[in-house]
């Protein structure tokens, strides 16, 4: 029997712990800011984390399109 594979996929477990680790981070991070600028902060934390989910995969890509491109070539 074939195992089975997520292909690109995660299981259904690390999507809950990765969902609950994002939307706990606005609460535990505006712990940490004066109330003053509290929204800012938490704002700042989602803006610099969606830069990192944009670059993150283009980055992590970026070997396998090096090595595809030294074979063809």
Do not use: E, H
Not at 53 to 71: E, N
């Amino acid at each position: 029997m074939a195992s089975r594979r997520w292909s690109g996929r995660s299981p259904p477990f690390w999507r809950g712990l990765l969902n609950g680790a994002m939307f706990s981070m606005g609460g535990l991070a505006a712990m940490f800011y004066p109330t003053s600028g509290r929204s800012s902060g938490v704002a700042w934390m989602y803006g610099v984390g969606r830069i990192g989910g944009i670059l993150g995969p283009i980055a992590g890509d970026s070997p396998g399109v090096i090595a595809t491109d030294a074979k063809a070539g």
